[in-house]
């Protein structure tokens, strides 16, 4: 996979952190992430660049789309965007407008889509596969059902890469194994208390991190248990020929 689309509505769906997962889990993969939000045409223009403003502060190095499947406004310039031959896919929650997106890129209704329910305000899952579809201009292109969580399990490299202003300063800190929770004079919470970084990618940052360190810990442990099994399958071998049974 060379893109992914990581699509949110403008309505409800929008929120920071997720996309900063979505990030996550795109680096760890070596997928070069694109957002694209949609529905644009159920808010006014300067909602809109609220929007992109509040993205652009956390997320640097990340080209933004904002579109409308409706309207079609921002089309022609996320089009221009696709490349012959490379592979892209959809990545969002349910309802976002993944599959309305892709059957309007392709001119045809390949992709059942689903209105959402007005009950709920949630979309009904209605992709329950993958797909590949390819454009009339070469892109290629895999729907994805929508996504309910967005965990993070072994992403060292893509939360690096997501959070690299954190990174980037943690060299800096007086302690190697530090935290930057709690820590005095550690650089990163100097520089959130400074505004230097945003308090709430901040905050982001330290949970992912958790769930990494959760995640290593646990897959340790499998080891631990592996190797243990290891070690007691052998033992038995070994008694199994000593006593013959
Ligand atoms: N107003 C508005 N509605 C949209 C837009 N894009 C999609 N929709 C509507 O949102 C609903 C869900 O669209 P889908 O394309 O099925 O969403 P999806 O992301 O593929 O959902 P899953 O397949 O469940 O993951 C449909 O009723 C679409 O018509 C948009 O830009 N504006
Ligand atoms: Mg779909
Ligand atoms: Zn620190």
Redesign the pocket.
Known sequence: MDYAFI?QAVDRDFNINRLERYLTICYTSKVTPLIIL??T??IDNDTISRIIQSIQTRIKNVQVYAI???TKNGYSILQQSIEKGKTYCML?S???????LLNNLCGKDIMK????SQSTQK?????SHRQLIILENGGIFIDN??MREVGIADASEGLEKTFDDIYYLAAYCKFKDCTHTSEIGCVIIHAVEHGQIDRKSYENYLKMAREKAFFESTDAERRKKDREFGKMMKNYKKERKKYKF
């Open positions: 699509v949609t529905k045409d159920l409308s499947n409706i969002g349910s309802g976002v407008g993944k599959s309305t889509t689903n209105t959402i979309g009904r899952h209605v992709t059902p929508g």
